[in-house]
């Protein structure tokens, strides 16, 4: 099998760089909020305040879910990635050393 490590590093810092954007993203957008009273003061309007609301929340703790996420990706991308560079040098040693160890 055939690891491309540097392109799994590669993959980890795209994945880094996402959850870094998406941080900020949802820090700005978390900062942002509607004004009481911005659609007029009857019912509906309140009503369609409250709606913009809880999708401004909702969108808001997706975001933090992918920065979750994305910042996972990233760890697991390098983990597997040294995993595979310490394996192959494990066993580049062990052949190394039966080869030294033929008559």
């Given at each position: 099998m055939i690891?491309?490590?540097?392109?799994?590093?590669?993959g980890a810092d795209y994945s880094n760089s996402a959850a870094?954007?998406?941080q900020r993203g949802a820090a700005q957008f978390a900062a942002t909020?509607?004004?009481?009273?911005?659609?007029?003061?009857?019912?509906a309007a309140d009503s369609?305040?409250?709606?913009?609301?809880?999708?401004?929340?909702?969108h808001v703790e997706l975001m933090n879910g992918h920065y979750?996420?994305?910042?996972?990706?990233?760890?697991?991308?390098?983990?597997?990635?040294?995993?595979?560079?310490?394996q192959d040098a494990a066993a580049s040693r062990?052949?190394?050393?039966?080869?030294n160890s033929l008559p």
């Open positions: 690891v491309d490590t540097d392109l799994l590093r590669m870094s954007i998406v909020q509607l004004r009481s009273g911005i659609f007029g003061e009857f019912d369609f305040q409250a709606a913009l609301c809880t999708a401004h929340r909702s979750s996420e994305l910042g996972s990706l990233a760890e697991k991308a390098t983990i597997a990635a040294s995993t595979f560079v310490a062990a052949v190394t050393a039966a080869c």
